[in-house]
């Protein structure tokens, strides 16, 4: 009897374990995606709360007012930011795009002149080989003139499309803004009223996740943002120096793709510097590899103060989350698998999942029990 109720309550904790992971991965993300704008509204009251408490005990005006001034303030300042630089990336795209076709004849041209140069080296190779070789050179045909397909390019309808979704992109900013406003101003009734509907067990819970998310994730994102503007900075400074076209973008491009886990600024760096190389342009390609060394030392100076431990998952561990992460939610999701991989193993750490694998050790050890004759 004693051993049919110890079961019963592995079976609860089992099956409220297995409810609660399929609806974080299941239905929390869509419950989000619907409220989204409520979701940026809360994170933007967020930010702005500590100003807002800074100007309730200095300034000593009233709540209402200041939440209004700050999220004003923090609205202006990031649309502000955001239009410059989406206006500059626009620019360079639209630029970018009109000069595709000189963009892939060089392009082509360039691999061609290589191609020349290693017609020694490409005689040797096994013949094995030489078809894997020419297969990449057939496929990189393909995709350039796939991509110069008059398909890729948006129609006239689309880009009504496109027009007709601005009144809703502005319904969405204005319910944020005001969501974000009531969020401060409201901050206190908002959490009274929670406590009284909610159990406290919850509330316990969702404050440690809360603190855990915000140590891990925040501490993380940030870390990694500020190594992503400076890397990007740099690499801007030395294409401008480079005489690269369109080089804020491709700064932009390569920054972002060090930001992803087990990417780098060489997965764009060490090709192109090989293919200068290749064509003569020995100054250019030297110049290309300084830029890299620049950025990899910059980086490896600031990511251990910058992000430290909070990471704290071994790499082989970051490679899982971050595939799981792809697999589910693309780019996306190796985006966002570490940090939340970082907080699952924070909850390992801290014992929430102690009573589940405890019921396994448990199920696991009288079943071999019960194997012995």
Same mark, same amino acid.
């Given at each position: 009897?004693?051993?049919?109720?110890?079961?019963?309550?592995?079976?609860?904790?089992?099956?409220?374990?297995?409810?609660?992971?399929?609806?974080?991965?299941?239905?929390?993300?869509?419950?989000?995606?619907?409220?989204?704008?409520?979701?940026?509204?809360?994170?933007?009251?967020?930010?702005?709360?500590?100003?807002?408490?800074?100007?309730?005990?200095?300034?000593?005006?009233?709540?209402?007012?200041?939440?209004?001034? %700050? !999220?004003? =303030?923090?609205?202006? &300042? +990031?649309?502000? #930011?955001?239009? $410059?630089?989406?206006?500059?990336?626009? /620019?360079?795209?639209?630029?970018?795009?009109?000069?595709?076709?000189?963009?892939?004849?060089?392009?082509?041209?360039?691999?061609?002149?290589?191609?020349?140069?290693?017609?020694?080296?490409?005689?040797?190779?096994?013949?094995?080989?030489?078809?894997?070789?020419?297969?990449?050179?057939?496929?990189?045909?393909?995709?350039?003139?796939?991509?110069?397909?008059?398909?890729?390019?948006?129609?006239?309808?689309?880009?009504?499309?496109?027009?007709?979704? %601005? !009144?809703? =992109?502005?319904?969405? &900013? +204005?319910?944020? #803004?005001?969501? $974000?406003?009531?969020?401060?101003?409201? /901050?206190?009734?908002?959490?009274?009223?929670?406590?009284?509907?909610?159990?406290?067990?919850?509330?316990?819970?969702?404050?440690?996740?809360?603190?855990?998310?915000?140590?891990?994730?925040?501490?993380?994102?940030?870390?990694?943002?500020?190594?992503?503007?400076?890397?990007?900075?740099?690499?801007?400074?030395?294409?401008?120096?480079?005489?690269?076209?369109?080089?804020?973008?491709?700064?932009?491009?390569?920054?972002?793709?060090?930001?992803?886990?087990?990417?780098?600024?060489?997965?764009?760096?060490?090709?192109?510097?090989?293919?200068?190389?290749?064509?003569?342009?020995?100054?250019?390609?030297?110049?290309?590899?300084?830029?890299?060394?620049?950025?990899?030392?910059?980086?490896?100076?600031?990511?251990?103060?910058?992000?430290?431990?909070?990471?704290?998952?071994?790499?082989?561990?970051?490679?899982?989350?971050?595939?799981?992460?792809?697999?589910?939610?693309?780019?996306?999701?190796?985006?966002?698998?570490?940090?939340?991989?970082?907080?699952?193993?924070?909850?390992?750490?801290?014992?929430?999942?102690?009573?589940?694998?405890?019921?396994?050790?448990?199920?696991?050890?009288?079943?071999?029990?019960?194997?012995?004759?």
């Amino acid at each position: 009897m004693k051993n049919g109720i110890i079961y019963i309550k592995i079976a609860v904790n089992l099956v409220i374990f297995v409810l609660g992971l399929l609806f974080a991965v299941f239905i929390l993300p869509k419950i989000l995606g619907f409220f989204m704008p409520f979701v940026i509204g809360w994170i933007i009251s967020v930010i702005a709360n500590p100003l807002v408490k800074f100007l309730e005990k200095k300034v000593k005006i009233l709540r209402k007012h200041s939440s209004a001034i %700050i !999220i004003i =303030v923090v609205i202006v &300042a +990031i649309v502000g #930011v955001f239009y $410059a630089l989406i206006s500059l990336i626009v /620019r360079e795209a639209m630029q970018l795009i009109g000069d595709l076709p000189n963009i892939y004849k060089s392009i082509e041209q360039q691999l061609n002149e290589v191609s020349d140069r290693l017609q020694g080296v490409y005689a040797l190779l096994p013949a094995g080989l030489k078809n894997v070789v020419d297969g990449m050179n057939v496929n990189i045909s393909e995709y350039g003139s796939k991509l110069m397909s008059d398909d890729n390019f948006p129609s006239i309808s689309q880009a009504g499309t496109y027009a007709r979704n %601005i !009144i809703e =992109v502005l319904l969405m &900013a +204005i319910i944020t #803004v005001l969501s $974000a406003y009531f969020f401060i101003a409201e /901050r206190d009734n908002i959490s009274q009223n929670l406590k009284k509907f909610v159990p406290k067990t919850i509330i316990k819970s969702y404050a440690l996740i809360m603190d855990n998310f915000k140590t891990a994730v925040g501490g993380y994102f940030k870390a990694q943002f500020k190594i992503m503007i400076i890397i990007m900075l740099i690499l801007f400074i030395g294409f401008e120096l480079l005489k690269v076209d369109y080089s804020f973008l491709l700064a932009l491009g390569i920054a972002f793709l060090d930001f992803l886990p087990f990417f780098g600024t060489g997965a764009v760096i060490w090709p192109w510097a090989l293919v200068e190389l290749f064509t003569g342009n020995y100054l250019k390609a030297v110049l290309l590899l300084a830029v890299y060394l620049v950025c990899q030392i910059v980086k490896q100076v600031l990511q251990p103060k910058m992000v430290g431990d909070s990471i704290g998952i071994n790499p082989f561990a970051t490679l899982i989350f971050m595939f799981i992460g792809y697999r589910f939610m693309s780019v996306l999701g190796m985006i966002i698998g570490i940090p939340i991989g970082m907080v699952l193993v924070k909850f390992y750490q801290l014992g929430m999942f102690d009573r589940v694998i405890r019921g396994f050790k448990i199920i696991i050890h009288d079943i071999n029990e019960f194997r012995k004759f």
